[in-house]
C-alpha cells in the first residue's frame, strides 16, 4: 500500500513567493484552491483512491466547506499548520498556538480528532525537532515532515527513509512517515512528490516507485498542491529561481498523477501507518495510558 496525500495551500502560500507576499496580502489574491481540490477529488473517485488531505488552517478558516467536502468523500484530513510558517521562523510557543489554532478549525468541521502533521516546507529539521515533542504532546500520532534529502530549505540527510517510530528527545514517541527517497551513492534523491514529480519524467517516478515496493519492500509516498494541476494560475512576479520551482510543468502534473493511480494502489496516510508493527505498539500503549488516566 503506497501513500496519497495532498497539502492543501493556495498558490499563493508557498514558501517561493514568501519574501513577495506576506500574509496580510493573501486576501487580496485569487483563491484558486476549492476549484483544483474539486479537480482532485474527482480523479481520486475515478480510480477509487484514498488520500490524506494536509489542510493548511488558514484555508479552512476561509473555506470551512472544503474539509467537510474532502472527509465526506472518504479521505482523511490532517493538519498542515495554520498560517504555513516554516518552524525556523518560529518559536515553540509560537508554533504551539500555530498549531491549536490550525487543529481547532479541523476538528470543529469534520467532527474527528486530528492526528496526523506535515511541516510546511517540511521544515522540521535536525534545528526544529523541538516540534515532534510539541505533537506529541497535543495528541498526534503520525508526522510526515522530516525529508532524509539535502536540500537549501528544508531535510535531515541522515535520517531514516522509511517509516519509524521516532523516539524525542523528552523521551515522547511519534510514528514518523518521510517523503520518499531514492538511494544514490552516499545520498538520498527525492521521487514521487512536488518538484521532483515535476521535474522528472514519468518514467522515472514509475521505477522509483517500483523500486521502494519491490526491492525494499517499503511503502512509497507521493505528495503534491492542489496548484500544481493549475497551470493557469496567476504568475506572480519573483526571482527567477522561485518562478522556476514553482512554474516548470504545471501542466503535465495532472496526467502524471493520473498515471500513478493507474500503475499502483494507494491509501491514506493512517491506515497505512497500522500497517506497521510500531505503530500498532504506539497506539496500545497510548490507549493503556488513557483507560488509566
Not at 80 to 107: C, G, N, V
Not at 151 to 168: I, K, N, S, W
Request: include cysteine; proline fraction near 4%.
Amino acid at each position: 500500500m503506497n501513500v496519497l496525500t495532498v497539502d492543501v495551500e493556495d498558490h499563493f502560500h508557498v514558501e517561493a513567493f514568501a519574501a513577495h507576499i506576506s500574509q496580510d496580502q493573501w486576501e487580496s489574491h485569487e483563491s484558486r484552491v476549492e476549484r483544483n481540490v474539486a479537480r482532485i477529488l474527482e480523479l481520486f473517485a475515478r480510480y477509487e483512491a484514498k488520500g490524506t488531505f494536509f489542510m493548511l488552517g488558514w484555508v479552512a478558516q476561509k473555506f470551512p466547506r472544503l474539509s467537510r467536502q474532502i472527509a465526506a468523500a472518504g479521505h482523511e484530513i490532517g493538519c498542515h499548520s495554520f498560517a504555513h510558517r516554516r518552524l525556523q521562523k518560529m518559536t515553540p510557543d509560537q508554533f504551539r498556538i500555530d498549531l491549536r489554532k490550525a487543529t481547532r478549525y479541523l476538528e470543529d468541521q469534520i467532527q474527528q480528532p486530528i492526528r496526523c502533521y506535515r511541516a510546511p516546507s517540511f521544515s522540521v529539521v535536525k534545528s526544529t525537532s523541538w516540534a515532534l515533542d510539541i505533537l506529541a504532546e497535543e495528541g498526534y500520532t503520525i508526522d510526515s515532515s522530516v525529508f532524509p534529502v539535502r536540500h537549501d530549505l528544508y531535510g535531515v540527510p541522515d535520517a531514516p527513509r522509511f517509516p519509524h517510530l521516532q523516539e524525542t528527545f523528552s523521551g515522547n514517541r511519534i510514528f514518523e512517515f518521510p517523503p520518499s527517497t531514492i538511494r544514490c551513492g552516499n545520498a538520498n534523491l527525492g521521487v514521487a512528490g512536488g518538484g521532483y514529480l515535476r521535474f522528472l519524467p514519468y518514467n522515472v517516478t514509475y521505477w522509483a516507485v517500483r523500486r521502494i515496493n519491490e526491492v525494499e519492500g517499503q511503502s512509497a509516498m507521493v505528495y503534491f498542491h492542489p496548484w500544481e494541476i493549475d497551470s493557469d494560475q496567476p504568475r506572480i512576479q519573483a526571482g527567477f529561481r522561485s518562478r522556476v520551482r514553482h512554474y516548470t510543468n504545471l501542466s503535465g502534473t495532472h496526467r502524471k498523477i493520473e498515471r500513478l493511480l493507474k500503475d499502483f494502489t494507494f491509501t491514506t496516510l493512517s491506515r497505512a501507518c497500522t500497517l506497521h508493527s510500531s505503530y500498532q505498539t504506539l497506539n496500545v500503549k497510548a490507549l493503556s495510558a488513557t483507560r488509566s488516566v
